[in-house]
């Protein structure tokens, strides 16, 4: 799997990510409502890199900000 970062002014490499069986959603919901925000944002991650469209868009445009607040 490539993990390195393309050059800024260069394409995007296509990423080889690996399919996730259902032991993870699994495990994530038995967790109940944190487990269930956490498989959205993962889900939401995973469409991001796809190209399609957010299942929780204000959640994740919110952790997105706060991630950045606290990296600057």
Same mark, same amino acid.
């Given at each position: ?15 080889? #990510? ?6 993870? *959603? $699994?495990?994530? !919901? ?6 269930? &925000? ?10 991001? #890199? ?6 929780? *868009? $204000?959640?994740? !445009? ?6 950045? &607040?606290?990296?600057?």
């Amino acid at each position: 799997m490539e993990t390195e970062m393309p050059p800024a002014d260069g394409p995007l490499l296509p990423l080889d #990510l690996p399919a996730v069986d259902e032991v993870l *959603p $699994a495990a994530l !919901r038995a967790q109940g409502e944190p487990g269930i &925000r956490a498989l959205g944002l993962l889900r939401d991650a995973a469409r991001v #890199l796809s190209g399609t469209g957010l299942e929780r *868009p $204000a959640e994740s !445009r919110s952790s997105a900000c706060a991630a950045r &607040r606290t990296r600057c």
